[in-house]
T-cell receptor, first 110, second 115 residues
Framework: DAKTTQPPSMDCAEGRAANLPCNHS???????VYWYRQIHSQGPQYIIH???NNETNEMASLIITEDRKSSTLILPHATLRDTAVYYC???????????FGPGTSLSVIP | DSGVTQTPKHLITATGQRVTLRCSPR?????VYWYQQSLDQGLQFLIH???????AKGNILERFSAQQFPDLHSELNLSSLELGDSALYFC??????????????FGPGTRLTVT
């Protein structure tokens, strides 16, 4: 079973910020939060990851709550090309299985 | 382009047959992951190899096997194929220096159709 829960779908207006939530209430202290996205049937694409501090890169920002039980991926100015399924996963070491949940299907609307 | 290559792109075969899917990781990446994605199952982790050794196993059927070779490319072998094995099979690679998990880079996938 996935260690994370995400809303199944969301809409966002083009040009607006897309805020995608993820609940990981059972996360342990040394598990990282990773976000990937999958556009149509292409291979998933890495977006960002974090442990406890907020992170930002050229694609997105990741906000992790202080208790680390949830996080939000922020796409600051969503475009039509950001329409995809977004997956939030948690993982500690490379000895752990990788568990992708159903993700959130984000539709960016013109 | 992630730098991960998978061959073939498409494969159509009959039930009962055996196929081999191939993955070449990004240059310098030591880890290879295999995933299966079917319409009703989502992205399912199958197996992970690190520098030639199996590191983690997911929901991989006994009819499926994988290996990572000394040059770090990997093959996923699927045998006694069933209709339900029709799916997209993705390979991903990552560096994982010192065994620490890091981001994965996915290939374009192999679409397997079993008829």
């Amino acid at each position: 079973d996935a260690k994370t829960t995400q809303p199944p779908s969301m809409d966002c207006a083009e040009g607006r910020a897309a805020n995608l939530p993820c609940n990981h209430s059972t996360i342990s202290g040394n598990e990282y939060v990773y976000w990937y996205r999958q556009i149509h049937s292409q291979g998933p694409q890495y977006i960002i990851h974090g442990l406890k501090n907020n992170e930002t890169n050229e694609m997105a920002s990741l906000i992790i709550t202080e208790d680390r039980k949830s996080s939000t991926l922020i796409l600051p100015h969503a475009t039509l090309r950001d329409t995809a399924v977004y997956y939030c996963i948690v993982r500690k070491t490379s000895y752990d299985k990788v568990i992708f949940g159903p993700g959130t299907s984000l539709s960016v609307i013109p | 382009d992630s730098g991960v290559t998978q061959t073939p792109k498409h494969l159509i075969t009959a039930t009962g047959q055996r196929v081999t899917l191939r993955c070449s990781p990004r240059s310098g990446d030591l880890s290879v992951y295999w995933y299966q994605q079917s319409l009703d199952q989502g992205l399912q982790f199958l197996i992970h190899y690190y520098n030639g050794e199996e590191r983690a196993k997911g929901n991989i059927l006994e009819r499926f096997s994988a290996q990572q070779f000394p040059d770090l490319h990997s093959e996923l072998n699927l045998s006694s194929l069933e209709l339900g094995d029709s799916a997209l099979y993705f390979c991903a690679s990552s560096v994982e220096l010192g065994g620490a998990y890091d981001e994965q880079y996915f290939g374009p996938g192999t679409r397997l159709t079993v008829t």
